[in-house]
């Protein structure tokens, strides 16, 4: 059975930043996709990061899917913790959300990850960033 457990989501101010880990179970992470979404509250979900996970220790290419976290958001693995995490820097109010951990996505071509067809899902982790 696979299990995508999220954590280090909580609350933080404007400007600090959060690392949130997706431990995996059940599923070996070296392969296809995975990547991060996130959900306000009145708003859909939204894709935030993916990363390629093959191609050996420390993983592959990486594609923004919202253009609002480049360059303050950074994705990456650790094959031999099966976890993948995501390093939130610079947070603004508009960053809260629950975030969810995605897997097993097909890539769009090659090794490029986008937002659709990812078979395995966390329960999510709430970031909350006040101003």
């Known amino acids: 059975q696979v299990q995508l457990v999220e954590s280090g989501g909580g609350s933080v101010q404007a400007g600090g930043s959060l690392r949130l880990s997706c431990a995996a179970s059940?599923?070996?992470?070296?392969?296809?996709?995975m990547a991060w979404f996130r959900q306000a509250p009145g708003k859909e979900r939204e894709g935030v990061e993916a990363?390629?996970?093959?191609?050996?220790?420390?993983?592959?290419?990486?594609?923004y899917l919202t253009d609002s976290v480049k360059g303050r958001f950074i994705i990456s693995q650790d094959n031999a913790k099966n976890t993948v995490y995501l390093q939130m820097n610079s947070l603004k109010p508009e960053d809260t959300a629950m975030y969810y951990c995605?897997?097993?996505?097909?890539?769009?071509?090659?090794?490029?990850?986008?937002?659709?067809?990812?078979?395995?899902w966390g329960q999510g982790t709430q970031v909350t960033v006040s101003s």
């Open positions: 995605a897997a097993d996505g097909e890539p769009l071509y090659g090794t490029i990850c986008g937002a659709q067809g990812y078979n395995y």
């Open positions: 059940g599923y070996t992470i070296r392969r296809n996709c």
């Open positions: 990363i390629w996970t093959g191609g050996g220790r420390t993983g592959g290419g990486t594609t």
